[in-house]
């Protein structure tokens, strides 16, 4: 049975399970799709870049579904949250080419507006980037980084650089695929990488002025200042920050929570 057989199939047993759990949602993680996505009456989600979504009725999110779909899953909780399709504790189906999953939103998994927004693909760059960061370093050796995206005004004026500024007086874009290897480059300084919504980088090697303490960020233990620095920054304003620590583990916080925690170099 061919991959396109498998979804129509785990879709059949999905639409059964909408209603015997009262699911809110369906959300379909894959590639791409060829066949039809049925009408029901739930909102419908998919996940993948090739997607062609021509009905108002189907939301579509072009996440990278190199994250594996454990914080796939969690993204998309976030992005049901926000866009107020789900509540919490609610719950979702979701189908991938070789699963049927139900997800019921755990209270707190996302709680303010903005990370499905305008930096969207912003985001997603980034995430890419944060991967082969993690997985090939700074040649050969481990590289741990700050990237804070959107709310640049308020960002810049909670934070100082610690070094001369790499990209004053630059128009540089995340978005360009040839800018990789000069965010590399800079990766390795100490600070923070500041990007707006449209991507433009503004600095790097900025230090974040926040104090996690009066802010209440309380994070797991193990985490050092790089992860408090970040969770206070998208706490103080609205922007969103990804951390890259040095044993390659990658983090998205939105006010002051961590709404995913991905390491390339594990299976799941």
């Known amino acids: 049975m061919n991959r396109e057989k498998h979804i129509r199939v ?3 047993k999905a639409l059964e399970l909408i209603d015997e759990v009262n699911a809110k949602a369906l959300v379909l993680i894959t590639p791409s799709f060829e066949g039809e996505i049925p009408e029901i009456n739930v909102p ?46 609610e719950t ?3 189908v991938t080419p070789n699963t049927l999953g139900i997800r019921t939103v755990k209270k707190g998994i996302a709680t303010t507006k903005g990370f499905f927004e305008e930096a969207q693909t912003v985001l997603q760059r980034l995430i890419e980037i944060a991967v082969e960061l993690s997985l090939e370093g700074k040649e050969g050796y481990p590289v741990g980084t700050i990237f804070v995206v959107g709310d640049t005004r308020n960002v810049l004026k909670y934070s100082h650089q610690i070094i ?10 995340v978005l360009d695929r040839n800018i990789k290897g000069i965010i590399k480059e800079f990766a390795t300084l100490d600070g923070a990488f500041i990007i707006s919504n449209t ?8 230090y974040l002025d926040v104090d996690p303490k009066r802010l209440d960020v309380h994070l797991p233990p193990g985490l050092g200042s790089r992860h408090l620095a970040a969770a206070g920054i998208s706490k103080k304003t609205k922007a969103t920050a990804i951390t890259l ?20 170099r594990m299976r799941y």
């Open 164 to 173: 001369p500024n790499p990209f004053k007086g630059h128009k540089l874009n």
């Open 92 to 94: 979702f189906i979701y």
């Open 44 to 89: 419908v989600v998919v996940v993948g870049k090739d997607f062609d979504v021509s009905s108002e009725k189907i939301k579509k999110i072009p996440l990278p579904l190199s994250l594996g779909i454990k914080n796939v899953v969690n993204l998309v909780s976030a992005f049901l949250v926000e866009n107020n399709i789900i509540s919490d504790g």
């Open 10 to 12: 785990l879709m059949n």
């Open 245 to 264: 620590s040095e044993s390659g583990v990658i983090r998205v916080f939105k006010n002051g929570e961590i709404i995913l925690e991905y390491n390339p």
């Open 199 to 206: 991507g433009r980088i503004l600095a790097a090697g900025r």
